[in-house]
């Protein structure tokens, strides 16, 4: 756990400007900085940085945040990993405060050298390996390509690592999976016998491996456990690899095995990644989703790679974006990648590529099958299938097409369909655009939020009682009780970075990003003043309304002598 003051204090001391233009070249544009947005393809600039208020905005895909939340998502870290990052750039250590039963992982530097030790030890070993040599040279693997992925061997034996680690009792190699403490407390090599391959995060540390049997055994693939390195959730193997691939040629190719990314490299195919023996997660899309314009999801011909195509719709459906194309590459059963590429070559695999199935064809394919849409039946479970699925995304576009196509498949019309789901008909397809995204139907609130953005301390001289409705309106709410809490001392950035990934998220920074129109001589206490006499003026309305209301029915006789009181003082203003 990082102290809330620490990341105040970290905020404070970096210039946002500094941290972006350490990766993406920022020019100076009126009182901000633009660049060509690193989150999405762009041919003129929309990505805003701003100096004075400490935080980014694109106004072409909306990515918005502080310099912590800049270097999560462009260098795919965690929040802990971007603080320590951050920290670290201005000379600061990040303080680790442990709550009562509640355990950290502080990932000391020793795991990550740990990992390097153990990656140095079994590229030695490949070396010393006859068999492990052939086995590489008869799957096509050049030394190149071995060295590029800093492929290894894990000899046979039980504790081999402990030519590398002279303690090889250290709790260090437990705690990074490279050895399995049986009974007894007798411990042994978690990696015994096989080719090994580094998984190497976006900085370029090995946080786990993967080990590939040469021959036959079981299993065929062992990864290292989740250690506080390594989340499989989270990581794509080769992804350190193929990110310069995969953002200049905006594609990205997802497949199932390590030896499938090393074999496509090799023949120059070298936007392609694995997951790590998980499916497809939403936090994979996600990230692939930002680095890359076309996802191309290339799974085996077999029965598991069906499955594992179906899974990664699924959690593909809610993160679908206009503009982004996703799509699906089956092989003949009897194929994976790293076969095929073999066989046919670079050419004949691209054109597959190219050609792979949309996934709104792919959705279509899967939920007709076996359906006899001529019956009525089978056309009520189409619509039935498909309910689920349309709801699930978020795409205006995506949505609308896939709507219509349902709709002719089903037989029924496009209005009808959109009766029956019960969703809101999308008369034409609406290009976000942020004006729309911000309209309000309180502009005094989204102000309001404003104010307590820009300057948290205003939150003192909030009214008490004050309340509102709509998303700008919860959001106030939530802000003031976190500023309440924090005796209304928190900076904007801090602020704006502790509702990071909560609900209150979108309003926040739809605001914030409003706030970039502020012009310089924009004087927030003066406009926050002025927005508390509104609010107050409207209360004494209400609170004027409602004894008039009473007093007409029953008379003034009918008014508490309290009510009386406050009556005739309203009546006089
Ligand atoms: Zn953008």
């Known amino acids: 756990m990082i102290p809330k003051s620490f990341i ?6 970096l210039d946002i400007v500094d941290v972006i233009e350490r990766y993406v070249p920022l020019k100076k544009a009126g009182g901000n900085y633009v660049a060509c947005c690193p989150f999405h393809n762009e041919k003129s600039p929309s990505f805003t940085v701003s100096q004075a208020k400490q935080f980014y905005h694109c106004f072409g895909c909306g990515v918005h945040g502080t310099a912590i939340s800049f270097v999560m998502e462009h260098l795919g870290l965690g929040f802990v990993e971007a603080v320590e ?20 992982h502080k990932i000391a530097p020793d795991l990550y050298e740990v990992m390097q030790t153990a990656t140095r030890y079994y590229r030695e070993q490949l070396k010393l390996s006859v068999r492990a040599i052939d086995y590489l040279k008869g799957r096509g693997l050049s030394g190149e390509i071995a060295a590029k ?34 009974e007894a407390d007798k411990r042994y090599d978690r990696f015994r016998d096989r080719i090994m391959f580094p998984i190497i995060n976006v900085r370029a540390q090995v946080i786990g491996f993967g080990g590939r049997v040469l021959d036959k055994g079981e299993p065929k693939y062992l990864n290292s456990p989740e250690t506080p390195l390594f989340e499989k959730g989270h990581e794509l193997y080769g992804l350190f690899q193929a990110q ?54 290339c799974f085996d011909g077999d029965k598991a790679g069906q ?32 076969s095929f590429i073999r066989e046919f070559g670079k050419a004949v695999f691209e054109r597959q590529v190219a050609e792979a199935m949309p996934l709104s064809g792919y959705l279509l394919r899967e939920i007709s099958s076996e359906l006899d849409l001529k019956s009525q039946e089978g056309r009520n479970q189409l619509l039935h299938r498909a309910r689920p699925l349309l709801s699930a995304i978020a795409s205006p576009v995506t949505a609308l097409l896939l709507r219509k196509e349902v709709a002719a498949v089903a037989g029924v019309s496009q209005a009808e369909l959109e009766a029956l789901f019960e969703i809101k008909p999308i008369a034409h397809a609406p290009r976000p655009s942020l004006k729309k995204a911000t309209r309000t139907p309180f502009p005094v609130q989204r102000l309001l939020l404003q104010c307590l953005i820009a300057q948290p301390e205003l939150g003192a001289q909030m009214p008490a009682g004050w309340h509102g409705e709509g998303a700008d309106a919860d959001a106030i709410g939530a802000v003031l009780s976190a500023l309440r809490e924090a005796g209304f001392a928190m900076s904007s950035p801090a602020l704006m970075q502790m509702f990071e ?42 609170q004027f309304q409602a004894l008039q209301g009473k007093s ?21 203003r």
Request: hydrophobic letters at 45%.
């Open 8 to 13: 105040q204090d970290l905020l404070n001391r």
């Open 149 to 182: 992925f800093a492929i290894g061997y894990a000899p046979e034996g039980w504790q081999n690592l402990s030519a590398a680690f002279p303690d090889y009792r250290a709790d260090t190699l437990n705690e990074t999976g490279l050895v399995i403490s049986g």
């Open 244 to 297: 310069k691939a995969i953002r200049a040629g905006q594609r990205v190719l997802v497949v199932e095995g390590y030896m499938d990314v090393v074999a496509l490299a090799q023949h120059g195919v070298d936007y392609a990644v694995a997951t790590l023996g998980t499916a497809t997660t939403p936090y994979h899309i996600q990230k692939l989703l930002r680095l890359s314009d076309q996802i191309v999801f």
């Open 85 to 104: 990052d951050l920290a670290q750039s201005v000379g600061m250590d990040v303080p680790q405060e442990q709550r009562a039963g509640e355990s950290f």
């Open 307 to 338: 499955k594992a195509a179906w899974r990664a719709l699924e959690n593909a459906l809610p993160y679908l974006q206009d503009g982004k194309l996703i799509s699906f590459l089956f092989l003949p059963a009897e194929h994976d990648p790293d």
């Open 552 to 572: 007409a029915q029953s008379g003034l006789s009918g008014l508490s002598a309290e009510e009386r009181e406050q009556y005739l003082h309203l009546l006089k």
């Open 501 to 542: 990934g909560t609900s209150y998220a979108r309003a926040l920074s739809q605001a914030e990003a409003d706030m970039l129109a502020w012009g310089e001589s924009f004087d927030v206490a003066a406009e926050f003043a002025g927005l508390i006499s509104r609010l107050d003026d409207g209360q004494r309305r209400e």
